[in-house]
């Protein structure tokens, strides 16, 4: 994960400082102080590079001309 790194999820900002401090705020306000907390650095890294692949796979799929939305729609059980 690189220095300065932000991961929105909901109403938590993750922020990872480029001098290596973990924020996270909560509504927009600062929460906790996780700095240190290798774990979490760790999963947010993970996640990261989770959402980085699915963006990836997301692009392929669209450039295959299904619509990736409307396939998840319809794997979701939900009608169009």
């Given at each position: 994960m690189s220095?300065?790194?932000?991961?929105e999820?909901?109403?938590?900002?993750?922020?990872?400082?480029?001098?290596?401090k973990?924020?996270?705020?909560?509504?927009?306000?600062?929460?906790?102080?996780e700095?240190?907390d290798?774990?979490l650095?760790l999963?947010?890294?993970?996640?990261e590079a989770a959402?980085e692949?699915?963006a990836?796979?997301?692009?392929i799929?669209?450039d295959?001309g299904?619509d990736f939305?409307?396939?998840m729609?319809?794997k979701?059980?939900?009608?169009?």
């Open positions: 220095n300065g790194t932000i991961l999820i909901d109403k938590y900002t993750y922020i990872l400082t480029p001098e290596g973990q924020l996270i705020n909560r509504n927009g306000k600062p929460w906790r102080d700095t240190g290798g774990f650095c999963m947010a890294s993970h996640l959402w692949e699915l990836l796979a997301q692009e799929i669209e295959s299904v939305e409307e396939m729609e319809i979701r059980g939900g009608n169009l």
